[in-house]
């Protein structure tokens, strides 16, 4: 089946610090990748929607000069975490899509930040 | 406005059935996903309904009714492995993903 990667599973580092994830789709090549942020029990948030070969779409109130996003191919997107802060400390989750909209998104392991 | 309801957290027992039901309003409908969350892991993908009906995968089971905008998902023989949280969301005309907040669903011995 489908499967995504998503690295590192886990960083902790300083306030001020610029963190990069990478989610790469492994068997597939995914148009479109998610990404999502998910604070301690509660539902996962859409942060930006990433197209290959063009700009990310941000969900409001996502700032994107915080969280830059690059889908540079079919697969692999990064999202970079500008200047973090421990209000940045989440756990940030990608997923990508084989085809159309209707077909499920597979979910990478994500990512713990933890800012100190 | 857009908007997914499902209960908070629900307790059953191992061996038992449970049921989750979700209820949606949104602007248009292409379709329902389930998705099983285990704390501290990403979601993985359980079931997708498009039309009415129940839609049976071994032990678990999703239904749909459209015109009641309603799914239910339905797992049978409960696992302590089963313990998770278990999301829905819908994909609404403009084909965006809206998720529920999530069931955290606990099975007790």
């Known amino acids: 089946g489908a499967v995504v990667s998503q690295h590192p599973s886990w960083v902790i580092c300083k306030s001020g610090t610029s963190v990069k994830i990478e989610c790469r789709s492994l068997?597939?090549?995914?148009?479109?990748m998610f990404w999502y942020r998910q604070f301690p029990k509660q539902s996962l948030m859409l942060m930006a929607t990433?197209?290959?070969?063009?700009?990310?779409?941000?969900e409001q109130g996502v700032e994107k000069d915080k969280f830059l996003i690059n889908h540079a191919s079919l697969t692999l997107s990064t999202l970079t975490v500008t200047s973090a802060h421990p209000e940045d400390s989440s756990f940030y989750i990608c997923?990508?899509?084989?085809?159309?909209?209707?077909?499920?998104?597979?979910f990478g392991d994500g990512t713990r930040l933890s800012i100190l | 406005g857009q908007n997914i309801d499902q209960p908070t957290e629900m307790t059953a027992t191992e061996g038992a059935i449970v049921q989750i039901n979700c209820t949606y309003q949104?602007?248009?409908?292409?379709?329902l996903f389930w998705y099983q969350q285990h704390a501290g892991e990403a979601p993985t993908f359980l079931s997708y309904?498009?039309l009415d009906g129940l839609e049976e995968k071994g032990r678990f089971s999703s239904f749909l009714s459209r015109s009641k905008g309603y799914s239910y998902l339905l797992l049978k023989e409960l696992q302590m492995k089963d313990s998770a949280s278990y999301l829905c969301?819908?994909?609404?005309?403009?084909?965006?993903?809206?998720w529920g907040a999530g069931t955290k669903l606990i099975i007790k011995p």
């Open positions: 997923s990508a899509r084989v085809g159309r909209e209707v077909q499920p998104q597979h």
């Open positions: 068997d597939f090549q995914a148009t479109t």
């Open positions: 990433s197209n290959e070969g063009s700009k990310a779409t941000y």
């Open positions: 949104t602007s248009g409908f292409n379709g």
């Open positions: 309904n498009v």
């Open positions: 969301a819908v994909l609404d005309s403009n084909y965006q993903l809206i």
